[in-house]
């Protein structure tokens, strides 16, 4: 049995030997009260009903109690022999009332719980056993019942078990088209979370692509405390892509895109956000950073990528050119990538391998 499965039925089987130990008290106290209006002998009702029964329903329920500590396996079966006891203690105690013989009924039902068919059976079998090695040992139990209360209890037995099986079976259908009907819910979200990703991200980078930027892009500049943020957007060429694409064929253009992409991804943090724009183009937006600071992370990302030697381009190093604009009060978007745009225009047109503010240039160290 699964470790999973061992836990549920311990844990039922304790909700179920706490009912036991509360049928226990009920019994207690309903036969202490038929004790004061009983015609026989006080002290033989104390003890033949009271008394006795009690101590040998309470060493059934502590045996029960000890086996769900010892016994890992197999625990719910030693459960209905339990409550089959309990039951024909009640029965035996209480002959003169032939109705209490359909308390062996109840085995029956609590099986219901654990949703096993051969726990069913097992409990329906041991019921009808009970009830019959009852009838044939008890005189007392005999003499108080006919023949027709064993058949009618025998015949109930076996119709509840019946009623029980047939809803296991159809619980156990619906179970199976609600798993269906789950996993086909699952496989379509999944679809749809992997179309939208497929609608957001750049095959080839797996950067987010020219849609997602400008939605981003959108999107925060509807926040009603964004001219209170550090909002810049850099914009970054390839340098010279075009001579590597007719110089060593499309498919090297690629792996030097991928290869930009990954150096890109390796600079950034959690409030920065890197987007292939188009072709060779890639776009940053940051949240939090001063000019300064965003400017030094560019700085970066520009020398980390000239630093990357790319046996396949042999010995010629790929460098990008890169214009940066930070939002300023009432400006829009089409102002602010018109701003990042004309700084990378710059960058290209004053000797590429840059990074561009606004007008001021920021030349770094090994220009070309």
Not at 32 to 37: G, K, L, M, Y
Not at 95 to 113: A, G, N, Q, R, T
Not at 176 to 192: A, C, H
Request: aromatic share 8%; charged share 20%; with cysteine.
């Amino acid at each position: 049995m699964k470790k999973e499965n061992v836990i549920h039925a311990a844990s039922l089987v304790r909700d179920i030997l706490n009912t036991l130990w509360i049928i226990i008290g009920l019994y207690i106290i309903a036969t202490s009260v038929d004790a004061v209006f009983t015609t026989k002998d006080t002290w033989l009702f104390v003890q033949y009903v009271i008394i006795y029964p009690s101590i040998f329903l309470v060493i059934t329920i502590g045996t029960l109690e000890v086996c769900l500590r010892k016994i890992k396996s197999h625990i719910e079966y030693i459960l209905i022999l339990g409550i089959n006891i309990v039951a024909s203690i009640i029965i035996l105690t209480l002959y003169e009332k032939p109705i209490l013989i359909f308390l062996l009924i109840f085995p029956v039902m609590v099986s219901l719980y654990f949703y096993k068919l051969k726990l069913l059976k097992f409990a329906c079998i041991t019921g009808i056993l009970s009830g019959l090695l009852i009838y044939i040992l008890s005189d007392p139990v005999r003499s108080h019942m006919m023949h027709s209360d064993i058949i009618i209890m025998i015949a109930i037995i076996i119709g509840i078990s019946l009623l029980i099986n047939s809803l296991m079976k159809h619980s156990v259908q619906l179970a199976n088209e609600l798993l269906k009907t789950t996993k086909e819910k699952q496989d379509l979200f999944s679809q749809n979370i992997q179309m939208e990703k497929l609608t957001r991200m750049d095959p080839v980078t797996e950067l987010y692509n020219h849609r997602s930027f400008h939605e981003y892009l959108e999107t925060l500049l509807r926040m009603d405390t964004i001219d209170e943020l550090y909002l810049h957007i850099a914009i970054l060429d390839i340098d010279n892509f075009k001579k590597v694409n007719d110089t060593y064929g499309h498919q090297m253009g690629d792996l030097v895109i991928v290869e930009v992409a990954k150096q890109i991804k390796s600079f950034l943090e959690n409030d920065d956000f890197a987007f292939r724009y188009g072709g060779e183009e890639f776009a940053i937006i940051n949240i939090g950073l001063t000019t300064e600071e965003f400017l030094e992370k560019m700085e970066n990302i520009r020398m980390g990528i000239s630093n990357v030697c790319m046996e396949e381009l042999k010995g010629q190093r790929v460098t990008v050119s890169v214009g940066l604009q930070k939002l300023l009060p009432g400006m829009g978007k089409d102002l602010l990538f018109n701003g990042a745009d004309t700084s990378l225009y710059i960058a290209k047109k004053s000797g590429k391998n840059k990074v561009i503010m606004n007008l001021g240039e920021r030349t770094p160290v090994g220009a070309v």
